[in-house]
């Protein structure tokens, strides 16, 4: 009898155990690891210090330097057609309140290109607002807790950007490969695109302001079933990001 | 089997045990033992969890780093039962949604895993440790990764031919990275697991 009521002495103990074990392991999983993100922005707030900064300058420049190509390209095509279209005045919404933000952690998990940055809604961060780097867009913020925020980037396999090649406005959509280059499908069964034009965000995207550098076409399939498709290299480095700015979220849906 | 001959006398403890640690150890209360037993696998979740975002140099093979769950829980389930393997599989996998993505869920791979594991019955077969370990997080990082992988398409967000193509990137290089960081995680968990069900068996 005895052996019996401790046995079930500490089976009951374990079991109840277990239940709030998973239960905890359940709310976890639902806050989006809020708990667990603040955590871990506590303790590696002190090892930042350690971190080297920014050490390689050229190929930052360089993206710099690339980001500017196409920005200018987009801004002579868009002036070209103003100028078409005489009288047209676009009002851009004043680009004031940037956020910096640093990196503190990559993605979790194989299969999803995610980072952690170490500013959150203390910091006016919200959900849906844009991440850039140097060269150009990055990613959009997933999920915020207090202090840390978690960007989903344009690498992931279900980002979806609305792009524009900048030379001849062609539309498509810029699919992430979980690598440093994208997949751009087009919309037009023949888009007029060569290799090496530049790509930007297009004005029909929904959760981007328009214009912002993305990448450069690298190679083409124009004859793929669906849709035509180019594979992009992103001139952000999505691999060694650092500091990155956070903007708000512009109205781009008119 | 040899700790049968000690028949249940804790007070002898001390004095048999081979290995030092053992000592104080066995003159703590049982439910001092037990308590530390929990915190050293709440923190060693813990620290596991904290490790999955960060990137030490020399970690990182393919920009991808090093499944510590997944080695927590064949560690965990290679000298446990099936039972056992999958719920520490499936509370794992719900921590790891916490940390990223939640769909598709990580439970179900890592569930499988620690239910694999537990059924491979390693200490009754297998006596030696190190290279063992190894080949079973490879095998199971393989598994995981196909799982997650037939989830996604399953989903049907995803077109077969990209997660297949980052399938292929990706599943070795995991396998390769995980069976090499194994034992940093197994050799700590596992002399300490062993020397609690030593004293338990007294």
Redesign the interface.
């Known amino acids: 009898m005895f052996t019996v009521r401790r046995w079930w002495d500490r089976k009951g103990w374990q079991s109840v155990l277990l239940m709030v074990v998973i239960a905890g392991a359940w709310m976890l999983r639902q806050t989006q690891g809020a708990l667990l993100l603040e955590l871990y922005q506590t303790i590696a707030s002190p090892f930042k210090m350690l971190q080297p900064g920014i050490s390689i300058e050229e190929p930052i420049r360089d993206a710099r330097l690339l980001e500017l190509q196409t920005r200018v390209a987009d801004l002579e095509s868009q002036n070209q057609k103003l100028k078409n279209l005489l009288g047209y005045v676009k009002e851009e919404s004043p680009s004031s309140h940037l956020i910096p933000a640093r990196v503190v952690g990559r993605s979790a998990d194989h299969w999803w290109q995610q980072v952690t940055l170490d500013r959150g809604t203390n910091a006016g961060i919200q959900e849906g607002f844009t991440v850039k780097a140097d060269g150009g867009l990055v990613g959009l913020i997933e999920s915020v807790t207090p202090n840390t925020s978690r960007v989903l980037l344009i690498s992931d396999l279900k980002s979806l950007v609305g792009v524009t090649v900048s030379r001849t406005s062609a539309k498509g959509v810029l699919r992430g490969d979980s690598s440093s280059e994208a997949v751009l499908e087009f919309y037009e069964k023949v888009p007029n695109v060569k290799i090496g034009d530049l790509v930007a965000t297009s004005t029909y995207s929904q959760k981007f302001p328009s214009g912002w550098a993305v990448g450069k076409v690298i190679s083409l399939d124009l004859k793929r079933a669906p849709s035509p498709v180019a594979r992009v290299e992103l001139f952000p480095p999505i691999r060694s990001l650092d500091w990155v700015t956070v903007y708000p979220k512009t109205g781009n849906g008119d | 089997m040899k700790i049968s001959r000690f028949s249940g006398n804790r007070q002898r403890g001390p004095k048999l045990s081979k290995k030092s640690l053992i000592q104080p150890l066995a003159r703590w209360h049982p439910g001092t033992r037990q308590l530390v037993n929990?915190l050293v696998m709440f923190g060693s979740v813990l620290l596991c969890?904290?490790m999955?975002?960060?990137?030490f140099p020399g970690m990182e093979l393919l920009?991808?780093?090093p499944?510590w769950l997944l080695i927590w829980v064949v560690s965990w389930s290679v000298k446990r039962s099936v039972f056992a393997g999958i719920?520490a599989g499936?509370?794992?996998g719900?921590?790891?949604?916490?940390?990223?993505?939640?769909d598709p869920?990580?439970a179900i791979s890592l569930g499988i895993v620690g239910g694999l594991t537990g059924l491979i019955q390693k200490q009754r077969f297998i006596q030696e440790d190190f290279i063992s370990i190894a080949l079973i997080v490879f095998g199971m990082a393989v598994l995981s990764?196909t799982i997650?992988?037939l989830q996604?398409v399953l989903m049907g967000?995803?077109s077969g031919e990209?997660?297949w193509?980052?399938y292929q990137?990706?599943a070795l290089a995991?396998a390769i990275l995980n069976s090499l960081w194994a034992p940093v995680v197994y050799y700590p968990l596992n002399h300490w697991w062993q020397k609690i069900k030593l004293l338990e068996q007294f």
């Open positions: 929990w969890l904290l999955l975002p960060t990137r920009g991808i780093g499944n719920i499936i509370i794992l719900l921590l790891q949604d916490g940390m990223t993505s939640p869920t990580h990764e997650f992988g996604l967000d995803y990209s997660v193509a980052y990137r990706v995991s």
